[in-house]
């Protein structure tokens, strides 16, 4: 199955360079959220794969053409969208619909107002809409055509706690709906709980991309969850194998050689230690976004 995006080496200059040889690709079903500080080169790069702008050089495919002819196939939520605002939500997404010529546009409004949370409100004006409200809506007219690629750009940006759980759960459903999604987000904590893979653009660059599980999880460190030792039994083997304490009971234990974490747990048994747990350590996404950026 060919990707849904694929992107090669795309380069893009204004009056300085703000792409440097991209390469990444979107597959079927994935949920990539492309992060970076402001002024990496998202915006850029989302305008150029829905053909809003054309690279100076390299090869961007949508669903194996050009960008420009896959638009139909892409529902797109800009960060700051322009909303007729004193249209209502309903009469704002059915113009869209029948301008678009989505067929039975009542029952298609009918559900997409219902996946957003949006049907109490929908016959409300848009300029009384909370942030929240307005994003809905956003989030609405993107999945209007039902399309298999959707682009959302900053979707949970501005929102409370309470508004940034409603919409990722809306987002997760697409996913379970088999829908292909790049997100941009500055919220790391919330790509990590709705992305299966992400790629960090740092000053035009990729520098890091890749299933999320796989790059936050370090197959040699492991957290450690120790009670009944005594502090001077604890110290020895904290500095006898160079376990660093996060707080009272949980430490790190970076494993150098195979089997060495048998030994370790075995001395600590020995030593009158109860192992409470023992699990991979994995770091945060905002943890390792930090790494990956620091010196570049």
Request: glycine share 10%; proline share 3%; aromatic share 6%.
């Amino acid at each position: 199955m060919p990707p849904i995006i694929e992107i090669i080496k795309v380069n893009k200059s204004f009056d300085k360079q703000v792409l440097v040889d991209i390469n990444f690709s979107l597959l079927e079903g994935q949920t990539l959220g492309l992060i970076g500080k402001n002024g990496a080169g998202k915006t850029t790069l989302i305008k150029i794969i829905l053909g809003f702008l054309k690279a100076n050089q390299g090869e961007v495919r949508v669903f194996g053409l050009e960008p420009r002819k896959a638009a139909g196939t892409i529902g797109y939520l800009p960060e700051h969208p322009n909303y007729h605002l004193l249209l209502t939500g309903r009469d704002y997404l059915k113009y869209l619909g029948m301008i678009s010529g989505v067929k039975n546009l009542t029952e298609r409004l009918r559900y997409i107002l219902d996946l957003v949370g949006m049907t109490e409100n929908a016959s409300r004006r848009m300029n009384r809409y909370s942030k929240g409200m307005l994003q809905r809506i956003g989030l609405a007219q993107a999945i209007l055509l039902n399309p298999g690629l959707l682009i959302l750009d900053e979707p949970l940006t501005g929102l409370d706690p309470s508004g940034q759980k409603d919409l990722r759960d809306v987002i997760i459903e697409l996913q379970g709906q088999g829908k292909s999604i790049l997100l941009c987000s500055h919220l790391l904590n919330e790509v990590e709980k709705v992305c299966t893979d992400i790629a960090i653009i740092h000053q035009g660059k990729i520098i890091s991309q890749g299933g999320i599980d796989r790059l936050l999880v370090n197959e040699n460190l492991f957290e450690l969850k120790v009670s009944g030792m005594s502090e001077e039994a604890m110290r020895q083997i904290q500095e006898e194998y160079k376990i660093i304490e996060t707080r009272e009971g949980s430490y790190i234990y970076d494993e150098k050689n195979s089997g060495e974490k048998e030994i370790v747990l075995k001395r600590l048994i020995d030593l009158g230690g109860a192992i409470n747990e023992l699990k991979q350590f994995k770091k945060t996404l905002e943890e390792y976004f930090i790494l990956c950026t620091r010196g570049h």
